[in-house]
């Protein structure tokens, strides 16, 4: 498990100090921090209003939320209405103008308007422009079909319809968002989203009645399949006129989620974040020039991100999207002089998206420059530890636990070797990279913002990894990546559970003491969230306010580690750096945490795993070449064995 595992779990820190927003004006304290205060801001996005995106001039919020409300209960009202018996003897009033067949079909198509509308209002809450479109195309042949019916009913729905189309239509410009990034997979999880309402809508309308007897819910439920496909199931109808709704109703289901889950199968895919080779090597270059500033800047080059660069190209933000959330993590990378032209790039593109923007673990600095250019706000999510070579010592009584520690794993035979990874043979490290990941408790490897997510990659020779084995036998390894050229920032701990306890110490007081050896002159240790509201919670003299906050997070220790990864720091007499969580407003922290929970693998959504019997029967039929065939266009990616 990651060192860091904790690094992101975003809760409001009560103290008096921990929130601020900054100001317009460049303070004193920037020039004593660096050159961002003496930076002419460049001219672009960021600070000329007329090349902003579309989101970042509109602010009526009220606006996507209220059309997706009502365009909810409309695509609600449709479906529920072919549920009420009486409807169907005055349905046939327009008889006289169209025949019985076409009556049906209109029934079915307010049916399949209303599943239609209710798919489409999470992006017309989103302000997706496509969303807007086939919303508005959708209502307008709803009010149609609800004026022919000609009953007070549809009527009133009618008036709420034309209500929403109008308001759409003049609110055209707040729904600007282009689409997101999609892949084929996508049409696997409509497919079961569409066949599950099929489902539902179809087992409903047998329960209001009408049957021929008394069918159990197994035949049910195969009617209803059968049905969707076209074929005459076992269910009979005492009507005639209910029985050619029900067979025209779930053909036409069957064949809306057969013709949408094609469509969204062939269209063409736009790939997931992968950072590519050609920005992994410039990101590289930055990183030799200005890596010093950040001890996460090298985790920026995690796989699994994107990166969008400054006009100059000189500073760039490397992110992922995780529900509706642009997450990013520490500081821009590059000259502090570019910072603010990546920041307006990076909020634009989340403007066109309509992303929320969100920065986790940035440093106070980068706090700074967010909130000066995105008109952001701060608040403080913990504190890195970092240890300085020079000064550490296990000497002293403040070190009595960890001296203690150390001794009792070195009298057990453990040895500890600390080595560059470019230095370790192939094979050594690749059988390393095994024995590891027996130790893991399951499948998901936490991190996103403090953890590179693989070990032993080409490209990550410099990186520090540290073992220990008994007789022979590996125990435990800690992974260190570059802080700049003469620090480490720690990425991964694993050990045996088996081994002898306080491992972990030993081998990171190993790694200080070898770190001369190396060049290396400050270590970058765990991230401990929220330290100051523990520390000065359990002090004599602290106020109910902060005494009620320690205990809900020694509450929330339980699952997220908040107070052992503390202890675990503190026992180094570590140097304590605040972190900060960057975000548009205080009623998206919510969304934005869970966002950051989902990033980090605390919050894992269930997923449907494929057994080696499935997928050797899907080698037969050919679907790992037609899979590699529909991925030619992503761009190349690192291998992880991490």
């Known amino acids: 498990m990651s060192g860091r595992v904790a690094s992101t779990l975003l809760l409001r820190d009560p103290g008096p100090d921990k929130r601020f927003e900054m100001s317009e004006s460049k303070s004193a304290d920037h020039a004593r921090r660096g050159a961002v205060a003496s930076a002419t801001p460049a001219v672009g996005p960021a600070n000329d209003p007329a090349g902003q995106a579309p989101g970042r001039r509109s602010r009526r919020n009220w606006v996507p939320s209220v059309a997706a409300l009502v365009c909810v209960l409309i695509g609600l009202s449709n479906i529920v209405a072919i549920f009420q018996p009486q409807w169907h003897a005055k349905m046939h009033n327009i008889n006289v103008f169209v025949p019985g067949t076409l009556t049906n079909a209109a029934r079915s198509a307010e049916v399949i308007i209303g599943l239609m509308l209710l798919m489409l209002s999470h992006g017309l809450r989103r302000r997706k422009r496509r969303a807007w479109q086939a919303v508005v195309a959708l209502l307008a042949f709803n009010i149609v079909t609800h004026l022919l019916h000609r009953h007070p009913e549809h009527s009133y729905s009618a008036m709420v319809a034309v209500g929403l189309l109008a308001a759409l239509l003049y609110f055209h410009d707040d729904f600007y968002a282009v689409g997101d990034p999609r892949t084929r997979w996508n049409a696997l999880w409509v497919f079961g989203g569409l066949v599950a309402a099929d489902l539902a809508i179809g087992l409903t309308y047998l329960a209001t009645g009408g049957l021929a007897g008394d069918y159990s819910p197994f035949e049910r439920v195969a009617d209803v399949v059968v049905e969707s496909v076209g074929v005459s199931g076992p269910v009979l109808f005492t009507s005639d006129v209910r029985a050619d709704t029900y067979h025209l109703m779930t053909s036409a289901l069957g064949l809306f989620t057969l013709i949408v889950t094609v469509y969204l199968f062939?269209?063409?895919?736009?790939p997931r974040a992968r950072l590519g080779q050609a920005d992994a090597a410039r990101i590289r270059e930055l990183l030799a020039k200005y890596g010093d500033r950040d001890s996460l800047g090298y985790f920026a080059l995690r796989n699994d991100k994107r990166v969008i660069w400054s006009p100059t190209g000189k500073a760039c933000v490397c992110y992922r999207?995780?529900?509706?959330?642009?997450?990013?993590?520490?500081?821009?990378?590059?000259?502090?002089?570019?910072?603010?032209?990546v920041i307006g790039e990076f909020l634009n593109e989340a403007a066109r998206h309509a992303w929320r923007p969100a920065v986790m673990g940035c440093s106070e600095l980068g706090a700074?420059?967010?909130?000066?250019?995105g008109g952001l706000t701060a608040l403080e999510l913990g504190d890195e530890a970092i240890v300085n070579v020079a000064d550490f010592s296990l000497s002293g009584r403040a070190m009595r636990n960890v001296r203690q520690m150390v001794a009792r794993v070195a009298r057990h035979g453990y040895v500890a070797q600390v080595r560059r990874v470019g230095d370790i043979p192939r094979a050594e490290l690749a059988e390393v990279v095994t024995v590891a990941d027996t130790w893991r408790g399951s499948h998901t490897e936490r991190g996103f913002s403090m953890a590179l997510g693989r070990l032993g990659v080409p490209g990550d020779e410099d990186c520090v990894l540290v073992t220990a084995t008994e007789n022979d036998v590996l125990r435990a390894v800690l992974h260190f990546v570059p802080w700049g050229s003469d620090g480490l920032s720690l990425d991964l701990m694993r050990r045996d559970r088996s081994a002898q306890p306080g491992l972990n110490d030993f081998l990171i007081v190993e790694a200080i003491k070898a770190a001369s050896s190396l060049g290396i002159k400050r270590i970058s240790l765990n991230f401990a969230m929220f330290r100051a509201a523990l520390e000065r919670g359990e002090r004599i003299g602290a106020g109910p306010v902060l005494r009620a906050w320690r205990s809900l997070l020694l509450f929330m220790s339980k699952w997220f580690q908040i107070e052992s990864l503390y202890k675990f720091n503190a026992k180094f007499s570590p140097t304590w750096e605040p972190r900060f969580v960057v975000f548009p407003s205080s009623k998206d922290a919510p969304r934005i945490a869970l966002a950051a929970l989902e990033a980090e693998a605390f919050l894992v959504w269930p997923r449907l795993e494929i057994s080696r019997y499935a997928r050797r029967f899907a080698r037969k039929l050919g679907l790992g070449r037609l899979r590699r065939r529909m991925l030619r266009r992503e761009p190349p990616r690192y291998a992880s064995q991490g």
């Open 266 to 270: 062939l269209r063409p895919a736009q």
């Open 321 to 341: 999207v995780v529900s509706g959330v642009m997450l990013a993590a520490g500081d821009p990378i590059g000259d502090p002089e570019a910072w603010p032209g």
């Open 368 to 373: 700074e420059v967010w909130c000066r250019e």
